[in-house]
Structures are given as C-alpha cells and as structure tokens.
C-alpha cells in the first residue's frame, strides 16, 4: 500500500447512500480498512442512482472505493452476534439508520461502547440525534431547503433552487471526517476513550452559508435570491456572457482588481468615477458596472477575453462542464481526474484524493466492488467463522 497516513484505522460502514458512505470513503483515501456492511437483499440504495454501465453502477465505483463489501443483516440476533464481533477491535463505525434504529435492535451505543470503549462512532440523519425533526425521514434535499441555501440560489425574479448534485450530503461527508479525526486525536492522545458523533446533514451545510445568522441577528435583514451576484461582497461579481456563447465567471470586489478589470476592458478611468471609485459604489451602482463589463465581455469571444483578463491579472475564469474539466490543461497537471483500473469496466476516470499530502499522499487502491459480499470469506474468517458457518448463515439469509 506504500505510506498511506491511517494504515491501521479499521472503519465499519453501515450507512447507504452518501453523506455517511464518503466519511469512510475519505478515510479509505488515506489508508483506512473500511469494511462495508450491506443488507443481503437489499444493498446500499447508491448501486442503483446515477448511470451504470453494463449494469454495473458507477456513481457507486467512486464512493465505495477502497472499501470491502460484505453482507450482513443487522435486524436479525444472528447477524446482531456477528456486528457486535466486528466492532470490538473497530477504531470508527459510520451509520445512517433513522435515529433510535440501532437501540431497537440492540446495538446502540451503550452496548457498542461497552464492548468497544475506543470506538468513535459517527450517527449522521437527516435532522440529528435530538430535537422535534429527528424522527422525520432527512434526505439532503430537504437540508439543502431548510439551512437557507435554496432560499439564497436563483434568480431574483424566479424560484429557490437546488443544487444540481447532492450538495447537502457531500458537505456533511466532508464535516463528518473532520469530526471523525478530532474524536480519534483527542481518544489517542487525551481521554483513551471513544464517542459518538451526532451530524446531522442539515447543520453542515447551514453552517457554510456566511454571515446570514450574525446580520439577521444584529441588523434585522434577510439575504434574498440575487442570480450571480452577491452584493454582499462586491462587484462587478457574476457570470457574463460572451461573443461565442461562452460563459465567464469574474470576481472583482476587491479594489486591486477593480482597478485591473477597467484597465482589461480599456476604461481604465472608470476607477475614478464616483459610481465606481469603492466597492460600495459599485454596489451601488451594480446594474451599471455590470452592463459596461458584460458589455465589453459579449463584444469578444471566450479566449480574447480571458487573455485579457490574464494580462491584467484579473480573476477570471470560464464556466466548466466535465468535458472542459477533462481536458484542461491545469487539472491535467494537478492529476485531478485520475485512472483507475476496474475488473469489470477497465480503465476508469474518477476524481482522484484530495487534499494532496505532501509526505503521506492518499491513493485508490481499488474502485467500488461490483458483487455484493464481495468480500465476506476474507473479513469474517477474519472472525473465525468456518465456510460452513458461512453457507449456514447465507442460507439463513444472515449475509
């Protein structure tokens, strides 16, 4: 495996679809075991979202990536035995039940922390552990409604808006492992002792949203839908147009590249106009600032622009589709889209580990397994349990 940095980490992950399933994936990344656990029949609901290719899914083949799969039902005594071997030696368990799930099958916490005092066990729903909502089904749709964030996205004149991934989840995976790696800093190197972790998907992505609590708070106002400008920063901010049908992104709120944005467009005097001469001006003045520079952008194509743009040193960048991520020059370099060799597909792109370590850098070892149990005789001979224990319980319908 080389020096991957949580070699020695034993994950569990119980969890289906995504927000749980990419904190075991992240911890995978680095070097992690992460033992996935799926219902026999059932299977974690991600195989069947998004595209598949010859049946086989792919969406799948990022987020269980370096992971083993087994199965094992975890509502029956039998495989309840089974769960509670593997957690003993486990360092993370990572689930996604609705809460109160796993007491009732008795495997909560109380019961996983006495077998296991050293587990960090991270519980992520919907709406958390606690609270009115906790027993309401939580799906990142939902999150994405409630934290504020489809209130803020859109056009002015039209309605709140979704993301168009599961931005929700994916935010709360990336919380998730951070939480996961305090609670294992602070149980190896303070108390020695493990914790629960109660995230929600809701609160990750409430937190992200800027100062809407402090402003609301102290000033009594509420951010409203704005399109591609945030008034709130500056301007000119937004998405313009250009001769070709392009589309740029530029950022100029802050006073150096203002100034430099003029000068790119030719009207370097602007800086000096009073609608223009501070951020607050051009806020003031937004629907003007941004008709001379989306002006001046949709007289030129997307590369006179940007070459432009790059001679002033301006921020400025064209908008991606993954067939312009695939072929630029710059996530080439950074090995941002990386291969991957799959049993079943070949050769696979994928997005590769990030942050990249300098020392310790996180690797795919493998895509997602493809068959369910994949891996069942390697991890629970690991437990001791016979081939014909084996066949007993997949008989049983136990895994």
């Known amino acids: 495996m080389g020096n991957l940095p949580l070699e020695g980490l034993k994950i569990v992950d119980i969890a289906v679809l995504f927000a749980s399933p990419t904190i075991s994936q992240n911890l995978g990344d680095f070097g992690a075991d992460v033992i996935k656990v799926e219902h026999p029949k059932l299977g974690d609901s991600l ?16 987020t269980s990536r ?33 809460p109160g799930t796993l007491e009732k099958w008795g495997i909560g916490w109380d019961v996983l922390h006495a ?45 709140p808006t979704l993301p168009g991934t599961g931005l929700a989840d994916a935010v709360a995976g990336q919380l998730g492992t951070w939480a996961t790696m305090i609670a294992l800093y602070e149980r190896d190197h303070k108390s020695g002792q493990g914790q629960y972790i109660d995230l929600s998907v809701l609160e990750p992505l409430f937190t992200i949203l800027g100062d809407q609590s402090i402003t609301y708070d102290q000033l009594g106002t509420t951010q409203h839908r704005t399109g591609n400008r945030v ?24 006073p150096a590249i203002a100034t430099r944005v003029f000068a790119a467009i030719g009207q370097p005097e602007l800086i000096n106009d009073p609608r223009f001469k501070d951020n607050r001006a051009r806020i003031a003045h937004i629907d003007e600032v941004d008709a001379i520079v989306g002006g001046w952008i949709g007289e030129h194509t997307a590369e006179e622009a ?17 067939a312009d991520i695939f072929t630029d020059p710059h996530f080439q370099a950074r090995e941002a889209v990386t291969t991957v060799h799959d049993p079943e597909l070949g050769p696979v792109k994928m997005q590769n580990v990030f942050p990249k370590l300098s020392r310790t850098p ?12 994949q891996h069942n005789a390697e991890i629970y001979e690991r437990l001791g349990l016979s081939k014909e224990r084996l066949a007993e319980l997949k008989e049983k319908g136990i895994i």
């Open 115 to 159: 077998i296991n005092p050293r587990l960090v066990f991270v519980r992520v729903s919907g709406f958390g552990q606690t609270g009115p909502y906790k027993d309401k089904p939580g799906f990142g749709t939902l999150a994405e409604a409630m934290s504020g964030f489809a209130y803020i996205t859109g056009q002015p004149d039209g309605p």
């Open 66 to 98: 370096n992971k083993k799969c087994i199965t094992l039902d975890l509502s029956k005594p039998e495989g309840q035995e089974i769960f509670k071997q593997l957690i003993a030696d486990a360092d993370v368990l990572t689930e996604n039940f609705r």
């Open 231 to 254: 008034p709130s920063i500056g301007a000119p901010r937004n998405i313009y147009k250009t001769k070709d049908g392009r589309w740029l992104a530029l950022s100029a709120n802050a």
């Open 306 to 322: 940007l070459r432009k743009f790059d001679e002033y040193e301006c921020a400025c960048a064209p908008v991606y589709s993954i």
């Open 362 to 373: 996180g690797k795919i070892r493998w895509p997602g397994p493809t068959h369910m149990g």
């Open 47 to 62: 195989r069947s979202l998004g595209a598949s290719k010859n049946g086989v899914p792919l969406w799948w083949k990022i």
